[in-house]
């Protein structure tokens, strides 16, 4: 069966640093379309990046922009998210998604990660 495991999160000081990680198994990575989402308490899941197949086509949402990279390896069957200058409105669990198409729209993904946490402190 397929699994999308995340690792890499944790507590950081506002303009860190952070790489998460996803490494995917049970399906042939590189068939897939990945993506990066996250959920803070009390909010709807929101839709953070996404890469195509061969990685050399990405789209961010705004609230990202130009502070975080998504990037994949498909050898290794992984994919990051480094995250440069944090801010505290960063902070939520960070979930890694695959699927078939190159959208943002989450329902459009088969498979989740469990998730990671991401907080941020001010």
């Known amino acids: 069966q397929v699994q999308l495991v995340e690792s890499g999160g944790g507590l950081v000081q506002a303009g860190g640093s952070l790489r998460l990680s996803c490494v995917a198994s049970g399906r042939l990575f590189s068939q897939y379309y990945m993506a990066w989402f996250r959920q803070a308490p009390g909010k709807a899941r929101e839709f953070v990046a996404l890469?195509?197949?061969?990685?050399?086509?990405?789209s961010s949402g705004n609230a990202v922009k130009g502070r975080f990279t998504i990037s994949r390896d498909n050898a290794k069957s992984t994919m990051y998210l480094q995250m440069n200058s944090l801010e505290p409105e960063d902070t939520a669990v960070y979930y890694c998604?695959?699927?078939?198409?190159?959208?943002?729209?989450?329902?459009?993904?088969?498979?989740w990660g469990q998730g990671t946490q991401v907080t941020v402190s001010s």
């Open positions: 998604a695959q699927g078939s198409k190159f959208t943002s729209w989450e329902n459009e993904f088969d498979y």
């Open positions: 890469i195509n197949r061969n990685g050399d086509q990405t």
